[in-house]
C-alpha cells in the first residue's frame, strides 16, 4: 500500500486529525510509539495508509516536541503538523490541531497513530453511518472479553451512544457493559470547535478528555452513534 488516493474520489468529505504525541515509555524505547515498526513499516504509515483511499481533504498530525522522524514522515505523507507542548489528555491534543482546521465545517475524523489494523473499509462504514444517521458524533465500539480497562459505552437504545464511563469510573452496572470505545471516533466540526473551547478538565487528573464531548452533545440533544468493528482491527499496540 502506498499514500496515493484511490483513483475514484470517495464521497465522503472529512478531514483527519491523527493522534502521535505518545512517547513509547511503556515500550521502554525513547523513539516515538508511531515509529516503532510492524511488518517493516512505522505504525503510523499504516494508519496514514488506511484513511488515504478515502482522500482526506486534509490530514493534521499532533506530535510532540522532538519527534523529527515524525514531522519528516508526515512531509512525505502530505500531512501537516499540529504541535502539543504538554501531553494534557486527547481533548487538549485535538483542540491542538484545531488551527489548523480554521473554518472547515465537515467532518473531523480522529485516529490514534499507534492502532496500524484500522481498515479503510472500516473507515468507511463510520463516515457512511456519521452521514446517514445525520449523527453529530460517530465512534467504532468493539466487545473485547473481559471488557477490562476500556471505556464503556452507555447506550440506552443500541447503537446510540448517550456517554462513554471510563472503566476506573465504571459502577458494577456500567461494568456488565460489554460494548467498549475502540479509539476512533467522528465529529461534526463546528460541534467540535465549539465544544473544545467548552470542555474543562478532569477535577481527578487534570486532564482533557475527547470522550467527555459526547456527554456534551447528549446534553444538547444531539446524536452520537456507533459502528461496530471487531477487536483485532481496533487493538492498539
Not at 499540529?82 to 482546521?101: F, I
Request: hydrophobic share 40%; aromatic share 6%.
Amino acid at each position: 500500500r502506498d499514500f496515493r488516493p484511490m483513483p475514484q474520489a470517495h464521497k465522503h468529505k472529512f478531514t483527519s486529525v491523527i493522534l502521535a504525541a505518545g512517547q513509547g515509555t511503556r515500550m521502554r524505547s525513547n523513539m516515538p510509539k508511531v515509529m516503532h515498526k510492524l511488518a517493516g513499516e512505522p505504525l503510523i504509515s499504516h494508519v496514514l495508509k488506511s484513511a488515504a483511499p478515502l482522500n482526506p481533504e486534509k490530514t493534521v498530525l499532533v506530535v510532540a516536541p522532538h519527534m523529527d522522524t515524525v514531522r519528516e514522515l508526515a512531509t512525505r505523507a502530505s500531512a501537516s503538523i499540529a504541535h502539543q507542548d504538554a501531553q494534557n489528555g486527547t481533548g487538549h491534543a485535538v483542540k491542538c490541531a484545531m488551527p489548523q482546521l480554521q473554518g472547515y465545517e465537515g467532518i473531523v475524523l480522529v485516529l490514534y497513530g499507534d492502532t496500524p489494523m484500522i481498515t479503510t473499509e472500516t473507515l468507511a462504514a463510520l463516515l457512511q453511518k456519521h452521514e446517514s444517521e445525520k449523527a453529530t458524533i460517530s465512534l467504532l465500539g468493539m466487545q473485547p472479553h473481559p471488557p477490562t480497562g476500556y471505556g464503556r459505552l452507555v447506550m440506552r437504545q443500541e447503537p446510540y451512544v448517550e456517554r462513554i464511563v471510563e472503566c476506573k469510573d465504571a459502577n458494577e452496572e456500567q461494568k456488565k457493559i460489554t460494548w467498549v470505545w475502540a479509539g476512533v471516533i467522528a465529529f461534526d466540526a463546528v460541534f467540535l470547535r465549539e465544544s473544545l473551547e467548552a470542555l474543562t478538565p478532569s477535577p481527578v487528573t487534570g486532564e482533557y478528555y475527547l470522550t467527555t464531548l459526547i456527554e456534551m452533545a447528549t446534553a444538547k440533544g444531539l446524536k452520537t452513534v456507533m459502528q461496530p468493528v471487531s477487536v483485532t482491527e481496533a487493538m492498539g499496540i
